[in-house]
Structure formats: structure tokens, C-alpha cells
């Protein structure tokens, strides 16, 4: 069974940056879309971008290219650098594994599997 | 951006009881739609995906439904461990987008 298990540091000052790493346990690293979804305190989720196998990116323009998407297949590992955080930006973020496919003609995309969550805090 | 709109954005319902929630979609997205459930201090969890398509290890009593625009999550009779958020997400295109949310609590 596929788990993700995230880390990354928890407190950070404006215009410092983000950086968030999920392992992938248990599963294929190739043939999905790995995927950073965020949820500010309170509110709904937004999709910050994703990376699949060969290192191809998709990201959110609401972040201004402030974030970065890596992948390490060495280590079934995948990353999120977000710079210039300011307190907007704290949130808890999480990292999922994306799916992608069609039936009957239908494409389909879908987040089937999830890590549990890091919490970032952008205070002064 | 595709802006996804849900309604309610809460309800109150009783054990048993059937609830509907609607998704709306901006442009046509076909079927690619999906339902997820998120629990207070969980990840949100699949539901269904591609409008209709049950993830498995999901409950039938989830159902999914619609094309294009406007889409629907049924739940057949309501138990007490529906209690949650869900929230519809297009798949279609990028940037993928999420709906706000419908809160469905305990009457």
C-alpha cells in the first residue's frame, strides 16, 4: 500500500523560504503526477503544482513562480521550494499522488493517495 | 482558471437521510470531476472520480453524477461517519481547482 510521508520546517520568517519534502512508500514512482496541494487555516484547497517521472512540471500562476517542484527518483522522494513566503502563504500542505487516465474515451484526473499534512507558519 | 462552485456551502441533515451536493463548473470539464471528503485534521480522501466512477474501497452509498458543467455527489442515506467536508475538484485542465467546500453537519 502506497503511503507518503512529508517533513519540512514548520515556522518561517517573511521573505524566507519554503521547503517541504514527501517520500513515497510502498509504490511506483513512475506513471503518476506527484502533486503539492495546500489549505490556508479555515479554508478550501488549492493546488499548487506537480511533477511527474521525467521531471515535467505544472504549476498554479496564482504563485508567481515562487514555487519550485523536484522530483529524486533515487530516493522516491519529491520537493517544494516556495520563496518569498509572506504570512498569506502559511497554510498546511500536502503532498498527494496524482492520477491520470481515460476510460471510454473519458479523461479522468484524480488525487488518489495523500500525506498527512505539514503545517507551515509564516510569522515575524 | 476553471472556477468551480458548490452548493450548499453547508447543510444540516439526520442520520438516514439522503443529501445532494452540486458542483458548477465555469466552462465544460466532460466528466472530469471529482469528489473528495476531508474529517477535521485528516487529508481529504477520493470519493469519486471521473463524475461517477466509485474509488474503491468506497461505500455505495456515494454516488456521483453529471457532464459538462453541472455535477452532483449523492449520498443515499446519510450515517453518522459522513460527517465531514466535501469538496468537488476538476481535473481537466491545469490549474487544477477545488471547489470551497460543503460542510454537511449533524442536525
Known amino acids: 500500500q502506497v503511503q507518503l510521508q512529508q517533513w519540512g520546517a514548520g515556522l518561517l520568517k517573511p521573505s ?15 506513471g503518476y503526477y506527484w502533486s503539492w496541494i495546500r489549505q ?7 493546488w499548487i503544482g506537480d511533477i ?18 523536484l522530483i529524486d527518483m533515487s530516493k522516491n522522494q519529491f ?5 518569498s513566503v509572506t504570512a498569506a502563504d502559511t497554510a498546511i500542505y500536502h503532498c498527494a499522488r496524482g ?11 484524480y488525487m488518489d493517495v495523500w500525506g498527512k499534512g505539514a503545517t507551515v507558519t509564516v510569522s515575524s | 482558471d476553471i472556477q468551480m462552485t458548490q452548493s450548499p ?11 445532494t451536493i452540486t458542483c458548477r463548473a465555469s466552462q465544460s470539464i466532460g466528466s ?23 474509488q474503491s474501497g468506497v461505500p455505495s452509498r456515494f454516488s456521483g453524477s453529471g457532464s459538462g458543467t453541472d455535477f ?36
Open chain 1, 16 to 30: 524566507e523560504t519554503l521547503s517541504l519534502t514527501c517520500a513515497v512508500y510502498g509504490g511506483s514512482f513512475s
Open chain 1, 40 to 46: 490556508p487555516p479555515g479554508k478550501g484547497l488549492e
Open chain 1, 52 to 69: 511527474n517521472h521525467s521531471g515535467r512540471t505544472n504549476y498554479n500562476p496564482s504563485l508567481k513562480s515562487r514555487a519550485t517542484i
Open chain 1, 79 to 83: 520537493s517544494l521550494k516556495l520563496n
Open chain 1, 99 to 109: 492520477v491520470r487516465g481515460v476510460i471510454i474515451l473519458t479523461d479522468y484526473q
Open chain 2, 9 to 19: 456551502s453547508s447543510l444540516y441533515a439526520s442520520v438516514g437521510d439522503r443529501v
Open chain 2, 32 to 54: 472530469n470531476l471529482n469528489w473528495y471528503q476531508q474529517k477535521p485534521g485528516q487529508a481529504p480522501k477520493v470519493l469519486i472520480y471521473a463524475a461517477s466512477r466509485l
Open chain 2, 72 to 107: 452532483t455527489l449523492t449520498i443515499s442515506s446519510l450515517r453518522p461517519e459522513d460527517f465531514a467536508t466535501y469538496y468537488c475538484q476538476q481535473g481537466y485542465n491545469t490549474p487544477r481547482t477545488f471547489g470551497l467546500g460543503t460542510k454537511v453537519e449533524i442536525k
